[in-house]
């Protein structure tokens, strides 16, 4: 093998195949696997375990994480450590001891602690990203020592999760911490002192550390190498054909290679990770990995070297605990030399503190070169060798920042190092030529020479030098202009800023105290929560607050999506070919180049939909019908173009690329706003949906008119498990379908018309989904169609599962709303008319957007405020985007934006006070809010903490602090069919439920066990819920709008009762008989024990209103726009809450959500081609686990019973996101203050919301001209 690759003798001894182990079984992968196989795909489909999941295949989502054992090739310890399998090549897993989901624990061994933990504290709702935090938190207590709780926190920005908001899966993780409270502890060390047991080798030598490797796979050769020379061999073989050198592989994450011929895993190569410690020199290997050099510069006590713990704070900011854990310092700073425009911080540090860097030649000729020279420098087969550091003995001070969107695993807008000398620390006179490095700003911008030669001997605490030195910052840094980036003015300015800060912080007592607080940057302690709810022991199991039923399922990967439903033999895959324009027409498609490839089956488009190609039937009330594959007019970019089917995944989603697809496209950019609708004339505004229509002849007098808009943008539901589908051929013309939705019946319906067959033939199954939100009610029929369609075609299963990007592409978001009103108003903020419109942005077509638009004008008008003067007029306008869809709390979250920032927009006109204006708006007859708030005001300690961040903003210039209260009433409505059907089994009295909602972690199937449990008596284990299927829930309605939970409760109830009903007869002569003896003698009686029972309007339980209030504080810093969220109390009434945890979750998880939307999440669209640009992890950031509040206390309204509801309960999914504007606003009082410190005129202003760090910093008005370190007649 290796003479016919390099057509000469094998120079090492090699091995053809790698071995390796998981969870303690071997597993070796030769020739046979392909070479870009990653560990993820090895894991899944051939080892079989599908505990472990994926999503981005970046290393941006962790779902994907899993535990690795590696012998360290300097140290011979064995290290456990996180990875990501999406992002590490099989081939590079030689003598690795891999552990997943499935090897922690599981209901047959036991479960180990991480995953009890993590199912007591509540921490999975859907679950889907439940096993990569078992694994993240796994391997961080497998490390060798315990973690402290800081630790636990800073250890999960690899992960997210959409559903929780966090603050479940961090404290049940920190209760597993050193310093957790003793209760906690205690219960845990016992765990964590078995797993030592259970891992005898920890710390010896493994010799599992082989020699060389070499495999031929396909046209692609793996070499594994053990030493340099070796390295240097191989490499002088490689020719001209491409090769990459493979160290962590996280690059990947970032760029994907492409053609790379031969792989060289240097890894292993003992003199690439090695550190070495000299009085004037520390060199540490080029393949020393970020946490290896984290941990060391961490930890250096060398005299003259104290500078480099700025570099282990800084690197700790860099990717997330597993791409640090296999990431090297060579392969960062080769991504920078590949693509200089990446904002490497490696770079970036290393080039701030003067590091050098040596690098070898394959002649063995050793050059060292500074940072700026090695971007210069021809790496074509060189190694990064070493970096070394040299000993700093003169007085200096070394700053470093990186400015990000979100607190971790986020690139930096900007990040910065300033390394200056001084004389002395008096005089703060600079020596030598400072150092002034900054990386975001373009490709070829590393240091501002200006500034560094004009700072030459000048005394930088001056106000003078300063400004000098400011304005020369300002001249020379000239940002480039990239789409997703943040603006090129804002990252020219905050480069300044920052600056500023560092001269702030060198001497903070000569510092005016006003500005004091531009030294720091945000400091955030560890987070902490608090719920608070009451219960009736008596009600038990219902009304008890109990983790969810499957937590232990998910948290252990037993938990089965759809696609883990094992491959059948002949298993074929889809793929989407999607639209790069969002106008025109197709003029031609070319699938030959696909064809080509190796495992590629065929091609379908619309022609090839032998009956209909539709998916959104009139018969559902559909508008437009939306095509499956596009016919010729593209309608958005990302739209469907065709699907190629092929024997793998990793396959159809190559050759899908190769498509090539012409399109006709007009002159006309295309429209992607609903302010392009509203600015260029058109016929893209469509019909009218008016609330509470008003005689406009009646004038009011009023003491304001205030006329204003706000417009709100798309959002992106971000499931962990995206769009997913299976379909299955089976006999008689009948197809399982295995759909990742919230609508079975949709679904059903829409493969029945494509195939033309039944739709009895069409077996619906869903067990659950990795996340819904929403975006899985009208979006999944389109796969199921594509998928139904290529297993009917070729007589086969076809599984299709989206590409985050193509996920991201070609679903709808939720709808983008402008508002346009006038308000007339009395002198204390009083309403006394409201006209409104409303402008929904419906996307390509008005399918989902008509209800929404109803939603939205209905939620105006049921509000918490008194709107008998209210005109609301709704529009749906067209854009030449996908068509939106709903979105977590969709309509609701919209109109209380709206209501909302108009009492923010009165009491900022006014000068009053923004709740009181609230207050005099409410509703005055039978409304509790008022009477809420002031609760939450007491809880919250209102009153005072106004006070004391009205006392904080006027000490403190460059960070400022605000609070906000928000209400809310939602109107809550109980529509459509949800069938359930109860059976108990005479056998043992367990029973077993299926009904018609689809459990996506809402914790409905929990709600339905507990109902069940209550009404029949009986433990929760002898509940048993089955999967969702159209058999039992046929023509269910779709699970959304919060509808499931208590409409399949109440179901549940009427089931569990007629049985009870029927078993009564038994009872009165068997009174004493046990529930297992009633259930046999019924049977023996032959008295049927299955009830069903269908859920409809008719069922009368009534309309209900749910309400609430949420108080938030923020923390800006006005030298950066970040924020952090100090502290948030969230109040809900939740009715007598069915079960209380599971409504925790639901409260907490729909919070965050609207914290991504109001502070994080920003869609930005190629203005010429119309596409998204931000497809992926990289660029849409939903908050991660650092960036919910630091402080999050729920309360559930005290002894409130709901009457209307289902056995009192309320819902509660989506009010929390409607409230979660509260902290948005907090952001804007807090901007108030800056504003105003800033020298403008009181005056009403609005953040553009998602409020990014450059939002907030335009926003507060932050010039350079206030850059000062005192004012002159304090010096
Ligand atoms: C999710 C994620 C988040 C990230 N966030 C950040 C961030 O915030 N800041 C930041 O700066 N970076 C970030 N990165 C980049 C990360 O630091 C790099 O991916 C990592 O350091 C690359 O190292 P590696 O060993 O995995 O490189 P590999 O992927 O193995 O290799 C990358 C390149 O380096 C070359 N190479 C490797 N070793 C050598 C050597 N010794 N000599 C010459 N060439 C060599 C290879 O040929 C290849 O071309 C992030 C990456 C990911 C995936
Ligand atoms: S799939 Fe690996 S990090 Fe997302
Ligand atoms: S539970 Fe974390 S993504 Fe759903």
Known sequence: ??????????????????????????????????????????????????????????????????????????????????????????????????????????????????????????????????????????????????????????SFGSNLCRCTGYRPILDAFKSLASDSSPQNKTNICV????????????????????????????????????????????????????????????????????????????????QLRNIEVKPDVITLGGNVTLTEAMDFFNEVNSAGFDYLVHLGGHFDLIAHVPVRNVGTLAGNLSIKHAHPDFPSDVFMTLDAVGATLNIMDISGIIQNV???????????????????????????????????????????????????????????????????????????????????????????????????????????????????????????KLAQSLFYKFVLHLDPTKVSKFLRSGTENLQRPISSGIQEFDTDATLYPLNEAIPKIEALAQCSGEAQYVNDIPSFPDELHGAFVQTTVATGTISSIDATAALAIDGVVTFFKHTDMPYSNTFTPAIFGYLEPEEVFCSGTILYAGQAVGMIVAKSRAVALEAAKKVKVEYAVGSSNPVLTVEDVLNQA?????????????????????????????????????????????????????????????????????????????????????????????????????????????????????????????????????????????????????????????????????????????TTTAHFTHSVYDSSTFEIVGQQIKTDTASNTWCRGPGSTEAVAFLEEIMERIAGEMNLDPLEVRLANMYAVDNPVPAMIADLKEKADYDARKAKVEEFNSLNRWKKRGVSLVPVQYPFDFWGVRPVVVSVYQIDGSVAISHGGVEMGQGLNTKV????????????????????????????????????????????????????????????KMPDAEWKALVREAHAQEISLTASYTFTKRDNVGIYFIWGAA?????????????????????????????????????????????????????????????????????????????????????????????????????????????SIAAYFAITHALNSARKDAGAPASYFQLKPPATAEHIFFTSLTDEKDFKLFEEDEE
């Not at 002395?424 to 501002?448: C, L, M, Q, Y």
């Open 1 to 154: 093998m290796w003479s016919a690759f390099f057509g000469s003798e094998p120079v090492f001894e090699t091995a053809g195949e790698i071995s390796f182990s998981i969870n303690g079984s071997p597993f070796t992968a030769d020739e046979k696997i392909a070479s870009d196989t990653t560990l993820n795909s090895f894991i899944r489909d051939f080892a079989n375990l599908k505990g472990t999941k994926f999503m981005c295949y970046e290393g941006g989502c962790g779902a994907c994480v899993v535990s690795a054992t590696i012998v360290h090739p300097v140290t011979k310890m064995r290290q456990t450590l996180a990875v990501n399998s999406c992002l590490t090549p099989i081939f590079a897993c030689h003598g690795w001891d891999i552990t997943t989901v499935e090897g922690v624990g599981d209901r047959r061994k036991g479960y180990h602690a991480v995953q009890t933990q993590l199912a007591k504290f509540n921490g999975t709702q859907c679950g889907y990203c439940s096993p990569g935090m078992v694994m993240s938190m796994y391997s961080l207590l497998e490390r060798g020592k315990a973690p402290s709780k800081a630790e636990v926190e800073d």
């Open 191 to 270: 765990d964590i002192e078995d797993m030592d047991k259970m891992c005898p080798n920890k710390n010896e030598f493994c010799s599992k550390l082989c020699g060389s490797v070499a495999i031929q796979s396909g046209s692609a050769v793996w070499r594994k190498v053990a030493t340099l020379d070796e390295l240097v061999a191989v490499l002088a073989k490689v020719g001209d054909a491409p090769y990459k050198l493979v160290a962590g592989n996280t690059a990947e994450g970032i760029y994907r290679s492409e053609g790379i011929q031969t792989y060289i895993d240097v890894k292993s190569v003992p």
């Open 370 to 492: 500074t940072m700026v020279d090695f971007l210069l420098l021809g790496m074509n087969k060189k190694i990064i060798l070493s970096i070394q550091f040299t000993r700093r003995d003169n007085p200096h001070r070394l700053r470093l920042f990186k400015i990000t969107p979100r607190a971790q695993n986020a690139h930096a807008y900007v990040n910065a190092g300033f390394l200056f000398e001084f004389e002395d620390e008096v005089s703060w006179k600079v020596a030598g030529v400072p150092r002034i490095v900054f990386g975001g700003i373009s490709p070829s911008f590393t240091h501002a020479r200006a500034a560094e030669s004009l700072l030459v001997g000048k005394v930088l605490l001056d106000n003078k030098t300063l400004a000098q030195a400011i304005t020369a910052l300002g001249q020379e840094i000239l940002p480039d202009d990239v789409l997703t980036n943040p603006t090129p003015d804002y990252r020219k």
């Open 682 to 854: 058109g016929n893209r505004i469509y019909p009218v949906q008016k609330e509470n229509e008003k005689d406009n002849s009646v004038l009011v007098s009023a003491t304001k008119i205030i006329k204003g808009d706000f417009s709100l943008p798309r959002q992106y539901h971000m499931t962990m498990e995206t769009q997913t589908c299976l379909v299955v051929p089976r006999e008689d013309d009948n197809y399982d379908v295995f759909c990742s939705t919230q609508f079975m019946d949709l679904a059903q319906a829409v493969v029945a018309k494509c195939l033309n067959v039944e739709a009895s033939k069409i077996n619906m199954s869903v067990r659950r989904l990795g996340g819904g939100y929403g975006g899985k009610i009208t979006r999944p029929p389109q796969l199921a169609a594509a998928c139904a369609v290529a297993s009917w075609t070729l007589n086969k299963p076809v599984r299709m599962v989206l590409p985050l990007s193509g996920n991201m592409e070609i679903a709808g978001k939720r709808f983008a709303v402008r508002d346009e009103y006038e308000v007339g108003v009395d002198e204390k903020g009083k309403i006394l008319y409201l006209k409104a419109k409303v402008f929904q942005d419906a996307g390509c077509n008005l399918n989902d957007s008509q209800r929404t638009m109803n």
């Open 1009 to 1068: 066990a507990q109902v069940a449990a209550h009404f029949l008596g009986l433990p929760l284990s002898m509940i048993s819920i089955k999967p969702s299927n159209n058999l039992i829930a046929a023509n269910a309605s779709v699970t959304g709008a919060s509808l499931g939970s208590e409409s399949l409760s109440y179901a549940t109830m009427q089931c569990c009762k007629e049985i009870l009903s029927r078993l009564s007869v038994i009872k009165e």
């Open 1111 to 1219: 108080m938030a504080e923020m923390e800006v810093d006005i030298l950066t726009g970040e924020k952090q969220i100090l502290r948030v109390d969230l109040l809900e009434d939740a009715g007598q809450s069915m079960s209380p945890m599971v409504d925790v979750g639901q409260m907490e998880g729909a919070f965050v959500m609207g914290l991504g939307y109001w502070l994080y999440e920003q869609l930005v669209y190629d203005p010429y081609s119309g596409r998204l640009l931000t497809n992926s992890t990289w660029n849409y950031k939903i908050p991660g686990a650092k960036d919910i509040p630091a402080d999050f206390r729920v309360y559930f309204r005290k002894n409130s019973k709901n009457p209307n509801g289902v056995l009192n309960s309320k819902a509660t999914g989506e009010p929390p996101l409607n409230m």
